[in-house]
């Protein structure tokens, strides 16, 4: 198949390069870069005076890696908390800056974070959430409601790349694209912004791979009629959502 990757650097090379060895012809294009956050200087400060009663919760790879970019350049570590990651590429992160054994929740979602038996009852305990701009924001008002004293730190940015002229879809199109590879809901809105109407039935029409129940649920609703859930947003997981489509289109 003919995969288009929209992911940011990195990631994005490295799940072409999996994809290539897996038989794919992927056409790398990535939509998103990552740059330092508004609160990236604050971060130090939030974390000053954590306990190990307290919480850090990291909702991406992204947050980890620039958190700990920010302490080492305000010349501090990671405090002596318990650390929670969004998923097992976050948790691996951790680990790769130093910071093992953070809970990972089953389902890769803030609701698989809030239902974790550690998070139900939060009197008087203290919770950072390294997260970027935008997102969703389901965490915190429901840690407060537990009780905990919860801050937000936006430690990065998402810049979604712009194409005025329409110059990326028409060349899709032109490398003959089957399939589209999201991890975010934030890429899915993009990419469909960026379609322009003549482009819309080919986009929504593209076998469509997500990583998660939620942003299948969106693109439905966006038009898509292809959507596989991968039920991950790492390479093994998306690779195997792709592999089944095409095993199952040879059967047929």
Same mark, same amino acid.
């Given at each position: ?6 992911? $940011?650097?990195? &990631?994005? @090379? #490295?799940? !072409?390069?999996?994809?290539? @060895? ?25 974390? %000053? ?24 350049? &305000? ?13 097992? $590429? ?34 008087? +305990? ?24 919860? %801050?937000y730190c936006e430690v990065y940015r998402r810049r979604y790349h712009k194409d005025s002229s329409?110059?990326?879809?028409? #060349?899709? &199109? #032109?490398? =003959?694209? %089957? !399939?589209?590879?999201?991890?975010? /809901? ?14 819309? =039935?080919?986009?929504? !029409? ?19 009629? &292809?959507?596989?859930? $991968?039920? /991950? ?9 792709? =592999?089944?489509?095409? +095993?199952? %289109? +040879?059967?047929d």
């Amino acid at each position: 198949m003919t995969p288009l990757v929209v992911r $940011a650097e990195p &990631q994005a @090379a #490295s799940l !072409s390069q999996a994809l290539l @060895a897996a038989g794919h012809q992927p056409v790398t294009s990535p939509l998103l870069s990552f740059e330092a956050g508004a609160e990236f200087d604050r971060l130090s400060a939030l974390l %000053d005076g954590l306990s190990a009663r307290d919480y850090v919760i990291a909702v991406s790879v992204q947050a980890v890696h620039f958190a700990d970019n920010a302490l080492k350049q &305000q010349g501090h570590g990671w405090p002596k908390a318990n650390y929670i990651a969004v998923g097992d $590429a976050t948790g691996k992160a951790f680990a790769e800056v130093g910071v093992p054994g953070a809970a990972v929740p089953d389902d890769p979602r803030s609701e698989g974070i809030i239902s974790l038996p550690a998070l139900q009852q939060l009197a008087g +305990r203290r919770v950072v959430i390294l997260r970027g701009n935008g997102g969703r924001h389901l965490i915190a008002p429901t840690l407060m409601q537990r009780g905990a004293l919860v %801050d937000y730190c936006e430690v990065y940015r998402r810049r979604y790349h712009k194409d005025s002229s329409g110059a990326l879809v028409k #060349s899709w &199109q #032109s490398q =003959d694209v %089957d !399939s589209i590879i999201i991890t975010s /809901g934030g890429l899915l809105h993009h990419i469909v912004q960026l379609a322009a109407v003549s482009a819309k =039935d080919w986009l929504l !029409s593209r076998l469509l791979i997500v990583p998660s129940i939620r942003v299948a649920i969106e693109a439905r609703e966006l038009g898509f009629t &292809q959507v596989i859930n $991968a039920e /991950g947003a790492s390479n093994q997981a998306l690779i195997a959502a792709l =592999d089944e489509r095409k +095993r199952n %289109d +040879r059967q047929d």
